[in-house]
């Protein structure tokens, strides 16, 4: 299983660092000083990931890297699943379905099907006894 992270911050927290090198993210909850409570939960997380995009990655470079992947496995007889998960407005829909305004915003589904149905269409030239 590979895990995957675009990066957008809150207010609730911030990133600290990124170390592409080790695909290593810290994350800084920030603590409520105003509250005047005493709070003794964990401020400083870290998590690692098979890739961390940026913010300003784009939808071609996301499926290149995740999704695509995935179809070839999923192509040569294997399981696999892509899942999006994350605080509501971290862009979770805009990165599987994409945006309607623009071609090249298009998300991980379109960018699949239409992926699934080109190597179909090059399957079925090649070979087109086997493919029917």
């Not at 990124?18 to 870290?46: F, M, P, Q, Y």
């Not at 496995?73 to 945006?99: D, E, M, P, R, V």
Request: charged content about 25%.
């Amino acid at each position: 299983m590979q895990t995957h992270a675009c990066l957008s911050t809150t207010q609730a927290c911030e990133v600290s660092d990124v170390d592409d090198g080790s695909k290593t993210l810290s994350v800084n909850i920030k603590r409520d000083e105003e509250a005047g409570l005493i709070n003794n939960k964990k401020e400083n997380h870290k998590f690692k990931f098979a890739h961390i995009f940026p913010a300003t990655t784009q939808q071609e470079e996301v499926f290149e890297a995740v999704a695509r992947p995935v179809l070839d496995q999923a192509l040569a007889g294997y399981n696999g699943t892509i899942f999006a998960y994350g605080q509501t407005g971290s862009g979770k829909t805009f990165t599987i379905t994409g945006g309607a305004e623009r071609y090249e915003d298009r998300g991980i589904i379109p960018r699949s099907l239409s992926y699934l149905f080109n190597r179909y269409v090059e399957v079925s030239a090649a070979f087109p006894a086997m493919v029917k």
